[in-house]
């Protein structure tokens, strides 16, 4: 079963605007990780962002979490077109196998 | 450094036949993952191996299994393909102290 619920499930805006998705989960965690997929490829890492965090930057990345909630958000400023792909949010529980539960990602558009 | 290799990229198989996946890392990393992603859903584990020597059975690991053959090499072997397992497989790796993942590009599986 997937852990993530993601929304919204697709997001087109234009080239300069912000693009905000958001990821709920089910259990609790010890991280949460946010990957991009362009198409036909494999995912790349972006950013984590542990239990004990509520907000992290990296550049245009800004991730919140709010384990009250169970939710967190990715926010990518000043999109551009490359920022094209979809967007897969992932937790990690307590254990140290690493396994990850993904949710079943946002697929962002960036129209030039 | 090539990172996580997949081999093959594409491949086709008929009902009842079996074959293998291969993945290779060359960073050096302890735990190993393989996934799977069908369209429009996240990836699902399969099998993980947390260290050399070791392996588990992820989410949905009916119809699989797999060999942790060295530190480097993690195989999926289907011994009896159905059409339930036409999906893209993605084999993953992460170092120990991190928690991170490295994706492969995906082997593309369509069983007739």
């Known amino acids: 079963s997937q852990q993530g619920e993601e929304d919204p499930q697709a997001l087109s805006i234009q080239e300069g605007e912000n693009a905000t998705m958001n990821c709920s989960y089910k259990?609790?965690?010890?991280?949460l990780q946010w990957y991009r997929q362009n198409s036909g490829r494999g995912l790349v890492h972006l950013i984590l962002?542990?239990?004990?965090?509520r907000e992290k930057h990296s550049g245009r990345l800004r991730v919140t979490l709010d384990t009250s909630k169970k939710s967190s958000s990715l926010l990518i400023t000043a999109s551009r077109a490359a920022d094209t792909a979809s967007y897969f949010c992932?937790?990690?529980?307590?254990?140290?196998?690493?396994?990850?539960?993904f949710g079943q990602g946002t697929t962002l558009q960036v129209k030039p | 450094n090539a990172g996580v290799t997949q081999t093959p990229k594409f491949q086709v198989l008929k009902t009842g036949q079996s074959m293998t996946l291969q993945c290779a890392q060359d960073?050096?990393?302890?735990?190993m993952y393989w996934y799977r992603q069908d369209p429009g859903m996240g990836l699902r584990l399969i099998y993980y191996?947390?260290?050399?020597?070791?392996?588990d059975k992820g989410e949905v690991p009916n119809g699989y299994n797999v060999s942790r053959l060295n530190k480097r090499e993690f195989s999926l072997r289907l011994e009896s393909a159905a059409p339930s397992q036409t999906s893209v497989y993605f084999c993953?790796?992460?170092?120990?102290?991190?928690?991170?993942?490295?994706f492969g590009p995906g082997t593309r599986l369509t069983v007739t």
């Open positions: 191996s947390a260290s050399e020597g070791t392996t």
């Open positions: 259990t609790s965690i010890n991280n």
């Open positions: 992932a937790t990690s529980g307590s254990s140290n196998t690493g396994k990850l539960i």
């Open positions: 960073m050096n990393h302890n735990s």
């Open positions: 993953a790796s992460k170092p120990g102290q991190y928690h991170e993942q490295y």
């Open positions: 962002i542990r239990s004990n965090e």
